[in-house]
C-alpha cells in the first residue's frame, strides 16, 4: 500500500510563503507523476501543480503560475510546492497526489491546511 503524507501547512500573512512536502512509502511503484491539488470550504477540489517523474516536465494552473513551483526529490522520493506571495484566496486543504499513468490520479495524501490571512 503506498502512503502520501503531507507537511509544511500552517497560517501565515498574505504575500508570505510556505513550502509543503509530500513523502511517498509503502509499496514503491513507476510513478508517472506527482501533484498536488487543493481544496477550499464549499469548493470543489482543484488542480494546482503537477511534475512528471522522469525529466521533470511541471505543469500549473492560471491562478498558482508564476508564483508555486512544484519541485522533486529522486533520492527521497518526495515533492515539493514551494507557494510565494501567498493570498488569502490560497487559503484550502492541499493535497498530494500521484499518477501511475496518464489518466487517473491513483493516490492521495490526507491533506494539509493552508491559512492565508490578509
Known amino acids: 500500500q503506498v502512503q502520501l503524507v503531507e507537511s509544511g501547512g500552517g497560517l501565515v500573512q498574505a504575500g508570505g510563503s510556505l513550502r509543503l512536502s509530500c513523502a511517498a512509502s509503502?509499496?514503491?511503484?513507476?510513478?508517472?507523476?506527482r501533484g498536488w491539488f487543493r481544496q477550499a470550504p464549499g469548493k470543489e477540489r482543484e488542480f494546482v501543480a503537477r511534475i512528471i517523474w522522469s525529466g521533470g516536465s511541471t505543469y500549473y494552473s492560471d491562478s498558482v503560475k508564476g508564483r508555486f513551483t512544484i519541485s522533486r526529490d529522486n533520492d527521497k522520493n518526495v515533492v515539493y510546492l514551494q507557494m510565494d506571495s501567498l493570498k488569502p484566496e490560497d487559503t484550502a486543504v492541499y493535497y498530494c497526489a500521484a499518477q501511475r499513468g496518464m489518466i487517473t490520479w491513483d493516490y492521495w495524501g490526507q491533506g494539509t491546511q493552508v491559512t492565508v490571512s490578509s
Open positions: 509503502g509499496r514503491m511503484f513507476n510513478t508517472y507523476a
